[in-house]
């Protein structure tokens, strides 16, 4: 009965009276989906073929599959933290799904989380959508990343939304979190080459966080220590002058999970096994998911430990509280490495 139950509940977000709000509430999801037949016009709505949520449904149905057994515990363990740890509903605004991409040939909206393969994602839902080549692996990054090259949910109606919300497969990919926090430095900082991060991000750390800071670094703000970095997330001026970048935001801030009802959470460290479970209930059997090159030197892991030697237990402290929605929701334990005391 719970099984059932939960899996056919699904958020519905409706417009609120005269405000550009959007107010999510929950209701039964149509269990066939027929009344959809009507309103959109794609080939899997004719009747032709399955939709994915449809062929996730009946996957999770069947029994019959250990890795949709995976996937239903964690949408459960999300459920289930969500309701332990969020309070009562509260307002989504249009631009809050900002994240979520549209791909309205397949039915599918994806929330892409920087540092967990969102440019091999994007790549795939532009040779999905057919607004590029047809081998994700050969779409340049620049052009995955382009403003506009796929839609996003923040531009339809409420109205249009909620008709998206519910019948597409949602999806998302997320990471252990500190491990991303430590990948998301040193691709912005510890590297030369964004130097547009450096310029933007760096020379504001360095200037709010070093005493005595010289006039090179002051300048460019190409040399932020780990610890800095970390001072300038836990400081409170931060995110009071605007959110954090898309890079270092939490997961949670970003796909909002405790709102929009995920249908499949999928894992970086299982990236393989989970993108390709995803493309299967997408039923395009010929598109492989170009997986990112295996990184240099140590573990993901251990980078991240390395990089929290230095810090000290208050912070690792503060900075584990600022993370700890994104460790909980998608169960991820505490890093051992960490002194919290
Ligand atoms: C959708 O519409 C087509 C034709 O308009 C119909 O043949 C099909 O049975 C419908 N599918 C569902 C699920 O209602
Ligand atoms: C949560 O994580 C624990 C420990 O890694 C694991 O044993 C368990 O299967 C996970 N649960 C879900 C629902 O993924």
């Given at each position: ?12 977000v ?8 959007l107010l ?7 269990l ?31 029994l ?11 949408r ?10 969020t ?6 605004r249009?631009?809050?799904l900002?994240?979520v ?36 692996r ?16 923040a ?11 519910r019948?597409?497969l ?5 990471r252990e ?16 080459y964004?130097?547009?991060f450096q ?30 970095f970390?001072?300038y ?35 970086f ?11 299967d ?8 998911f ?5 990184p240099?030197g ?44």
């Amino acid at each position: 009965m719970g099984r059932r139950c939960c899996w056919r509940r699904r958020g519905l977000v409706t417009a609120c009276l005269g405000a550009a709000f959007l107010l999510l509430c929950t209701a039964p999801r149509a269990l066939r989906l027929a009344f959809e037949n009507r309103s959109l016009g794609s080939i899997w709505l004719s009747g032709e073929r399955r939709s994915p949520l449809q062929v996730l449904y009946d996957l999770d149905q069947s029994l019959s599959s250990p890795l949709a057994e995976v996937h239903r515990q964690r949408r459960d363990l999300l459920r289930q933290t969500c309701s332990r740890l969020t309070r009562r509903q509260h307002l989504l605004r249009p631009e809050d799904l900002r994240h979520v991409l549209v791909d309205d040939a397949h039915g599918l909206l994806y929330c892409y989380v920087p540092k967990v393969a969102c440019t091999n994602w994007k790549r795939v839902l532009l040779a999905l959508s057919g607004r590029a080549r047809s081998d994700p692996r050969t779409i340049p990054a620049r052009q995955a990343h382009a403003p506009g090259s796929l839609p996003s949910l923040a531009d339809f109606t409420p109205a249009e939304i909620n008709k998206r919300l519910r019948s597409y497969l949602t999806f998302l990919f997320v990471r252990e979190p500190f491990e991303r926090l430590a990948s998301a430095y040193r691709n912005k900082f510890a590297r030369p080459y964004s130097e547009a991060f450096q310029r933007r991000y760096g020379t504001r750390i360095v200037r709010r966080l070093r005493p005595r800071a010289n006039p090179d670094a002051l300048a460019r703000g190409h040399d932020v220590r780990f610890a800095e970095f970390l001072g300038y997330l836990l400081d409170p001026r931060t995110r009071r002058d605007e959110p954090f970048n898309e890079h270092w935001e939490r997961a949670h801030a970003l796909c909002h999970p405790c709102r929009l009802r995920y249908d499949v959470v999928g894992k970086f460290e299982t990236l393989t096994e989970d993108a390709s479970f995803v493309l299967d209930l997408v039923g395009e059997p010929d598109l492989r998911f170009p997986m990112p090159p295996r990184p240099k030197g140590a573990a993901p892991r251990d980078q991240a430990a390395r990089l929290f030697q230095d810090i000290s237990p208050f912070y690792q402290r503060r900075l584990f509280d600022l993370y700890k929605m994104d460790f909980l929701l998608f169960n991820y334990s505490t890093p051992s490495y960490l002194r919290l005391r």
